[in-house]
């Protein structure tokens, strides 16, 4: 099940569940749609991977299965 972060590793931004600006790749490394698009180029500063629109889980289901609360922040920000 996916964590949800719930923030953006290069910049901080908030991006809550329900974001339709969290991009994520194939190992949940997870940045705003400005971040992946201005900074990333589309890739995973990470791992390389392809950046993705990361999917909602429906309001109902964050009761039970809750989005991640820890915060993942690169120290240096995000490189080209």
Same mark, same amino acid.
């Given at each position: 099940m996916l964590e949800l972060r719930p923030n953006?590793? &290069? &910049? *901080?931004? *908030?991006?809550?569940? *329900?974001s339709a600006d969290a991009l994520i790749c194939s190992f949940e490394c997870t940045f705003c749609r400005s971040c992946a698009d201005q900074r990333l180029h589309g890739r995973c500063p990470n791992c390389g991977g392809e950046l993705v629109r990361r999917p909602i889980r429906p309001a109902k289901r964050l009761a039970s299965h809750p989005a991640s609360s820890q915060r993942v922040v690169k120290p240096a920000g995000c490189a080209h």
């Open positions: 953006c590793e &290069c &910049c *901080d931004n *908030d991006l809550p569940p *329900d």
